[in-house]
């Protein structure tokens, strides 16, 4: 009981202190705006400064206490994640800010960056570079980059913030970028931890500090934005990423998500909604000595009932890296499916999809609609069969592309149809639908392809129809329908 009081004391005095600080900088602001501002700009970008900003609760580091000692069970998982729900609240750390102008207004998208110091390589300042360079001018208005340096050794820390002002001074002076860092004094204990999957005490304390790293990231980054992408601090940008992750998203308008991937590696571009990163923060320090983050975040998703993974082609987002942050070990990894320059992505504007085909298990109609990773699959259809698209609103499309059958699966194509466009439409209670189609044109070897639609259709396009003219033996599967507006 003594040494409860003297903590609760020693923290009063703590709190005291930093509200005594706070107080003077109000009066020197009132005193000289000008040059308080001034001064700041230079403290930000070559000084290190930092502002604490709130103290960490007794009650967050007590679940922490009591989680590490916890395997993670699906009944206590489960028990546990019944309270996670309420966590819609920030975690209160206090951040060191090294380098950050205020917003002046909530952005589209915040990419995270979570770095440490390695043994061997670094490639933080490219993976900056890179995300700026592959964004335009109007895509850097959307954009927010937060570089958490999470290594305890200052010197690096002063080492790498002197390179990152050095080099990006203007994106941190414009809002676009900012720096900071975690005291290691409000992370968990690290060292003893359980040894799951009989991986050394090492790569244990090395992944499970990882885990808070991101946590403390992502509790951050919680209403700046949006949405949310985590990269690792070796990533490579596709040219204009962030105008392919807004066409992904206004094409799942009306479809509940919680992660969409851009990249089958590790945590390199996972996007979240914004709302959902306090819960993910809290969730990451509950069990943050149990798994890899990676394995982490897939437990995330199931819990949120999200069951399958959303996964996007081309990936947005390649691993450069040649050595770990582990050691300094050898990470040869690549995504095979990562396009520098994805080619003219199209737009897919939101639309509700039917079919009267039998659709095989859950290869539903709405995953040929999307950049997903998937595909509609139906047992073999027959003539009069359709499989019919209803915008939203009324479109001027430009140019539509469909393609059938699979590398493996060649034969499961359409192999008689056509494609119909119509405009008028017809609202009962049960569905809308259009009155009449014009035909487009047939498909050919199981892919159907057209140019300068808005030439030949003299009006706007509500509905869009795959109409199978022929009973065929083999099953269907649509892989893809590409749609690109005017």
Same mark, same amino acid.
């Not at 290594?151 to 390179?163: A, I, K, P």
């Not at 996964?311 to 040649?322: I, V």
């Given at each position: 009981?003594?040494?409860?009081?003297?903590?609760?004391?020693?923290?009063?005095?703590?709190v005291?202190?930093?509200?005594?600080i706070?107080?003077k900088?109000?009066?020197?602001r009132?005193?000289?705006?000008?040059?308080?501002?001034g001064?700041?700009?230079?403290?930000?970008?070559?000084?290190?400064?930092?502002?604490?900003?709130?103290?960490?609760?007794?009650?967050?580091?007590q679940?922490?206490?009591?989680t590490?000692?916890h395997?993670?069970?699906p009944e206590?998982?489960m028990?546990?994640?019944?309270?996670?729900?309420?966590?819609?609240?920030?975690?209160?750390?206090t951040?060191?800010?090294?380098?950050?102008?205020?917003?002046?207004?909530?952005?589209f998208?915040?990419?995270?960056?979570?770095?440490?110091?390695?043994?061997k390589?670094?490639?933080?300042?490219?993976?900056?570079?890179?995300?700026?360079?592959?964004s335009?001018?109007?895509?850097?208005k959307?954009?927010?980059?937060?570089?958490?340096?999470a290594?305890?050794?200052?010197?690096?820390?002063?080492?790498?913030?002197?390179?990152?002002?050095?080099?990006?001074?203007?994106?941190?002076?414009?809002?676009?970028?900012?720096?900071?860092?975690?005291?290691?004094?409000?992370?968990p204990i690290?060292?003893?931890?359980?040894?799951?999957?009989?991986?050394p005490?090492?790569?244990?304390?090395?992944?499970?500090?990882?885990?808070?790293?991101?946590?403390?990231?992502?509790?951050?980054?919680?209403?700046?934005s949006?949405?949310?992408?985590m990269?690792? %601090? !070796?990533?490579?940008?596709? &040219?204009?990423f962030?105008t392919a992750?807004?066409? *992904? =998203?206004?094409?799942? /308008?009306g479809?509940?998500?919680?992660?969409?991937?851009?990249?089958?590696?590790?945590?390199?571009?996972?996007?979240?909604?914004?709302?959902?990163?306090?819960?993910?923060?809290h969730?990451?320090?509950?069990?943050y000595?149990?798994?890899?983050?990676?394995?982490?975040?897939?437990?995330?998703?199931s819990?949120l009932?999200?069951?399958?993974?959303?996964?996007?082609k081309?990936?947005?987002?390649?691993?450069?890296?040649y050595?770990?942050?582990?050691?300094?070990?050898?990470?040869?990894?690549?995504?095979?499916?990562?396009?520098?320059?994805?080619?003219?992505?199209?737009?897919?504007?939101?639309?509700?999809?039917?079919?009267?085909?039998?659709?095989?298990?859950?290869y539903?109609?709405?995953?040929?609609?999307?950049?997903? %990773? !998937?595909y509609?699959?139906? &047992?073999?259809?027959?003539?009069g069969?359709?499989? *019919? =698209?209803?915008?939203? /609103?009324?479109?001027?499309?430009?140019r539509?592309?469909?393609?059938?059958?699979?590398?493996?699966?060649?034969?499961?194509i359409?192999?008689?149809?056509?494609?119909?466009?119509?405009?008028?439409?017809?609202y009962?209670?049960?569905?809308?639908?259009?009155?009449?189609?014009?035909?487009l044109?047939?498909?050919?070897?199981?892919?159907?392809?057209v140019?300068?639609?808005?030439?030949?259709?003299?009006?706007?396009?509500?509905c869009?129809r795959?109409?199978?003219?022929?009973?065929?033996?083999?099953?269907?599967?649509?892989?893809?329908?590409?749609?690109?507006?005017?």
């Amino acid at each position: 009981m003594l040494n409860s009081e003297k903590e609760r004391m020693l923290k009063f005095h703590q709190v005291k202190h930093i509200f005594d600080i706070l107080d003077k900088m109000r009066c020197l602001r009132k005193r000289s705006t000008v040059s308080f501002l001034g001064v700041l700009v230079i403290f930000l970008l070559f000084m290190n400064l930092y502002i604490e900003d709130s103290y960490v609760m007794e009650g967050d580091k007590q679940i922490l206490r009591e989680t590490s000692t916890h395997q993670l069970s699906p009944e206590h998982y489960m028990h546990t994640f019944k309270d996670l729900s309420n966590f819609s609240g920030a975690l209160n750390v206090t951040y060191r800010y090294l380098a950050v102008m205020p917003l002046q207004r909530k952005r589209f998208l915040t990419i995270g960056l979570s770095s440490v110091r390695r043994k061997k390589g670094s490639y933080l300042l490219e993976t900056i570079k890179s995300i700026f360079e592959q964004s335009s001018y109007e895509e850097l208005k959307e954009i927010s980059v937060v570089v958490h340096l999470a290594d305890f050794n200052s010197s690096w820390r002063e080492v790498m913030l002197q390179d990152i002002t050095q080099k990006f001074a203007h994106h941190i002076i414009a809002g676009r970028l900012m720096v900071i860092h975690a005291p290691e004094e409000y992370y968990p204990i690290l060292s003893g931890l359980k040894r799951n999957y009989n991986d050394p005490e090492d790569r244990v304390r090395f992944r499970s500090k990882q885990n808070v790293d991101y946590a403390f990231l992502l509790n951050f980054c919680a209403n700046i934005s949006y949405y949310y992408v985590m990269l690792e %601090d !070796d990533v490579r940008c596709s &040219k204009n990423f962030l105008t392919a992750i807004k066409k *992904v =998203i206004a094409s799942l /308008k009306g479809t509940y998500w919680v992660t969409l991937e851009f990249s089958k590696l590790g945590y390199i571009g996972k996007l979240y909604h914004s709302h959902d990163l306090p819960r993910l923060a809290h969730f990451l320090l509950m069990f943050y000595q149990e798994m890899p983050c990676d394995w982490l975040l897939t437990h995330f998703r199931s819990l949120l009932a999200q069951k399958n993974v959303i996964r996007f082609k081309p990936s947005l987002f390649q691993h450069m890296g040649y050595y770990s942050s582990y050691k300094g070990t050898e990470n040869k990894l690549k995504d095979d499916d990562f396009e520098e320059e994805p080619f003219d992505l199209p737009d897919n504007p939101p639309a509700s999809l039917y079919t009267n085909m039998s659709v095989f298990e859950n290869y539903d109609a709405s995953k040929a609609y999307s950049s997903v %990773d !998937d595909y509609f699959w139906g &047992k073999p259809p027959s003539t009069g069969d359709v499989f *019919v =698209i209803i915008f939203e /609103k009324p479109i001027v499309i430009k140019r539509i592309k469909v393609n059938t059958g699979t590398e493996d699966r060649q034969n499961d194509i359409l192999h008689h149809g056509a494609l119909d466009v119509g405009g008028n439409i017809r609202y009962s209670k049960q569905n809308r639908q259009c009155v009449t189609y014009i035909k487009l044109g047939e498909f050919r070897n199981g892919n159907f392809e057209v140019s300068d639609v808005n030439q030949k259709i003299p009006f706007d396009i509500h509905c869009m129809r795959i109409y199978v003219t022929k009973t065929q033996k083999e099953w269907l599967i649509i892989r893809s329908i590409s749609i690109w507006t005017s």
